[in-house]
Nanobody, 114 residues
Framework: QVRLVESGGGSVQAGGSLKLSCAAS????????LAWYRQVPRKEREFIAS??????TRYSNSVKGRFAISRYNAYTLYLQMNSLKTEDTAAYYC?????????WGQGTQVTVSS
């Protein structure tokens, strides 16, 4: 069983920064990919950024150049969010893709005010 716990969310003014963390426990293989998603009410969960087992990273166009994903090891994932905009307000989720299985954290809320 894999458990993911996000932290670091909060309220910030537009233009500010936040850093999210995701701590994984359980059996995480080094080959698992880790990613960040976000979701606002009544909308589908949106891909933000990912870090694959070989170190490759991907970003959605909406955050490219402002957010940076980093991975300390197989169990720790970060998302540095800079130049935040009001439209970045959402619940942010950490995900682990291990073979055919995807695991989710419980989410952490980020609120950006103008």
């Amino acid at each position: 069983q894999v458990r993911l716990v996000e932290s670091g969310g909060g309220s910030v003014q537009a233009g500010g920064s936040l850093k999210l963390s995701c701590a994984a426990s359980g059996y995480i293989e080094g080959s698992c990919g880790l990613a960040w998603y976000r979701q606002v009410p009544r909308k589908e969960r949106e891909f933000i950024a990912s870090s694959s087992w070989d170190g490759a990273t991907r970003y959605s166009n909406s955050v490219k150049g402002r957010f940076a994903i980093s991975r300390y090891n197989a169990y720790t994932l970060y998302l540095q969010m800079n130049s935040l905009k009001t439209e970045d307000t959402a619940a942010y989720y950490c995900a682990a893709d291990c073979g055919p299985k995807r695991y989710w954290g419980q989410g952490t809320q980020v609120t950006v005010s103008s």
